[in-house]
Nanobody, 118 residues
């Protein structure tokens, strides 16, 4: 059973930065993709950024140019560097991994709260 553990959330002022980490219990080589999603109160969960196994990335329009997703295969960890944060970025951020080994499986972390004050 794959476990994903997010960390790095917290309270930051508008314009500040945070770096989120998602540590996997096993090798992330087996994951076709890993991504960060967020869910604000009263809103649906949305994709923030995604990184494929070979390193291709994609971002939501709202974070392009401010957020950067990266992966460290040696540490089995995916990061989300968030700069120029605004109150609209306040949400619970979740890490997701997708694998196609033996079928399509999705794994989610428990989430980490990011709060941006104005």
């Amino acid at each position: 059973q794959v476990q994903l553990v997010e960390s790095g959330g917290g309270l930051v002022q508008a314009g500040g930065s945070l770096r989120l980490s998602c540590a996997a219990s096993g090798s992330i080589f087996s994951f076709a993709s890993m991504g960060w999603y967020r869910q604000a109160p009263g809103k649906q969960r949305e994709l923030v950024a995604i990184i494929a196994s070979r390193g291709a990335t994609d971002y939501a329009d709202s974070v392009t140019g401010r957020f950067t997703i990266s992966r460290d295969n040696a540490k089995n960890t995916v990061y989300l560097q968030m700069n120029s944060l605004s109150p609209e970025d306040t949400a619970v951020y979740y890490c997701k991994a997708v694998t196609f080994q033996g079928g399509r499986y999705e794994y989610w972390g428990q989430g980490t709260q990011v709060t941006v004050s104005s």
